[in-house]
């Protein structure tokens, strides 16, 4: 899918693009004119309460629903314009964590993750050497066969990975990937989008309800030669491209890198960080 | 409680997604990408599945026929067109109703459970994100395997309600074998059979249709399943009872 000419927006060195969005669903307005960018290569990690619309910003991406008002532009493309049909060409382009993995639970491990390729019809023998790469990325090629209902939370989460990453999209879109999680289960998740950030320096939208889960991915990069995720030391001299959105009321309050975060002086901010208030 | 203006907006909503979705898959069948073996294997579940209750349903439909006739005919001495009646009832009526009637109980709740729970674990919402439109691959195979099966199960049921309603004559009644099925087929024109088999085109038609909107427009978790199953076959059922008024009206106009 080429980048349609004549767009006023920069869409080439930014995947998505939110101008002025605004959604209500039943009279509750949750997205108020919120605009943002996500760069290239970029990772954004969006916060806010329960029923912020953090969620709905990546279905919003995707156009699995439609904004009321305003344009979002992903990979050069206005979602808002374009038909269901022609949204499947796109969404091809991009893969989605969902925040209860959304497995489906009558196929195995191996048609899960291969659902792209099943349905492009590739070749078997390609789908299976894929699935089992993907499937070591996350670490869990021994449920090449299990069915979802075999698996645990965590494990369910990992698959949801693999099949995301399985035909590298250009875009990665999180729905609170450590949700319901024990931290030792998160951190295991957080650290493989951090592989999947530093080693395919892929383009990311994050949702978390866990403060520490954006701290981590701003403050650690993946090591290769490790294959376990490093603190940055000293002061951030490696530039992790990952930057927070914070929403409120439906509008973004903050949408800045981990650095301006921990300068900022809004209250509600400072209370959402469990910062000590500015005297 | 919702005011009337608003409960008759969501009607007239609901009628248009329901209108949508059925004629988007009667389009799909004609556009690719086709999952023919996605409608194989939904032809068996919902076609060889339900075989053991429509040969039930049929079998024990054409016996109580048969005795419910006999006790009508004997008064007149007219207990020798049994066969004649019994052929003509289940045909034209009570093989295509009742055969979709048990039908719609099982296959249309259970599509309504299926895609229902897939609605509520975000799996519809996985698979439009993966790129793969559902009505394609959901809701087309099931309209497709239901509307062709259902065909061939109303034709079973005929067969098996007539040899009900022969053991009945035969067994309890004592009429000669030859007399009961010659009866039984002479009465049969073209167009009682025409209007016998085409009945469950629409009927399966209606099943699938209102199993796959009604999963496919579930909202509220676990609960909400269970109410889009009930409300799948209540609205399957009335329709196929109202759809076939019609169709016989149209149908007895045109041959009369």
Known sequence: MDIPENLLTDTVHKAIIFEDV????????????????????ETKILLGIAGAGKSTILKLCLGLIRP??????????????MTEEQLFDLRSKIGIVFQESALFDSLTVRDNVAFRLLEEKLPEQEIDQRVREALRFVELERTFNMFPSELSGGMRRRVGIA???ITQPEILLYD??????DPITSTTIIELIMKQRDVNKSTSLLVSHRLQDGFMLATHYYDAQTNHMQAIEGHIARDLHTTFLILKDGKVIFDATVAELGKVTDP???????????? | MASPTLALKRNMAAAQDYYILAAKSVVNVFRR?????????????????????????GMFTG??????SANTLSRFGQLPVIGQLVSLSMIRELGPVLTSLMVAGRNASGMASELGSMKVTEQIDAMRALGTDPSKKLVTPRVMATTFMLFFLTIISDLVGLIGGYLIAFMVLGMDSLQYWNSAYQALSFDDVFMGLIKPVFFGFIISTVGCYYGLSTTGGTQGVGRSTTQAVVAASILILVVNVFITKILLGSIR
């Open chain 1, 22 to 41: 605004a959604i209500s669903f039943e009279g509750n307005q949750v997205l108020n004119g919120i605009s943002f960018e996500l760069k290239r290569g």
């Open chain 1, 68 to 81: 009321d008002r305003g344009h979002i532009y992903v990979l050069g493309h206005d979602v808002t314009a």
């Open chain 1, 163 to 165: 099949r995301a990453i």
């Open chain 1, 176 to 181: 609170s990937p450590t949700g319901g999680l």
């Open chain 1, 268 to 279: 509600y901010i400072r209370e959402f960080l469990y910062l000590e208030p500015v005297s």
């Open chain 2, 33 to 57: 990408p086709r999952y023919i073996a996605d409608a194989i294997q939904q032809a068996d579940l919902i076609g060889v599945g339900s075989l053991p209750i429509v040969v039930l349903t």
């Open chain 2, 63 to 68: 016996m109580v026929l048969s005795l419910q």
